[in-house]
């Protein structure tokens, strides 16, 4: 499986009313994404939107990390207490469906 475009991301306004997202850095890199312009959907929910999606990257890398600096696997948390467990088990299920490997 082919990686992602490499981040960080960012939003930009275009001329019109869409958001672009994709890498921070100029120079003809392909976009990410774009949000669109809806009737009847706030600027302010399309902002947001646009900022999630941007932050992509940097929440996928902070899941990994997060989950070698307490030393589990994507695959087996083990030892884990029952409340530990269901949020570990999210953070895993997370990175595989945004890396498309199986939890």
């Known amino acids: 499986m082919s990686k992602h475009t490499p981040g ?6 275009l001329p019109t009313a869409q958001r672009y997202i994709g890498p921070s850095y100029d120079g003809g890199a392909p976009s990410v994404a774009f949000v669109l ?23 996928l890398e902070a899941l990994q990390a997060m989950l070698r600096e307490f030393g589990y696997s994507r695959v087996h948390p083990l030892g884990l207490v029952h409340d530990e467990h269901a949020a570990l088990s999210a953070a895993i299920s997370a990175i595989a469906k945004a890396t498309g490997e199986q939890a």
């Open 37 to 59: 312009a809806r009737v009847n959907v706030p600027d302010e929910r399309l902002d947001a939107d646009a900022r999630l999606i941007a932050a992509a990257p940097e929440l």
């Open 8 to 13: 960080p991301w960012c939003v930009r306004d």
